[in-house]
């Protein structure tokens, strides 16, 4: 099989074989993701911040 045949059985099979989502399914699923990723950037900075935080009081006292 030559990758130039492999390449065009994946598109038909893309075509015809997958069920893909409508286009308002894959903004709203877009727009979750996004929020979440959003959300979960800042609990990880909010973790940082207080570690930052702790280490540095820590550093202090010597």
Known sequence: MSVVTYIKESF?????QVTWI?????????????LFSVLFALAVFAV?????????????LF
């Open 12 to 16: 038909e099979e893309l075509k015809s």
């Open 22 to 34: 409508s286009f308002s399914e894959a903004q709203k699923s877009t727009v979750v993701v996004a």
């Open 48 to 60: 940082d911040k207080v570690f930052q935080l702790g280490l540095e009081q820590y550093f202090n």
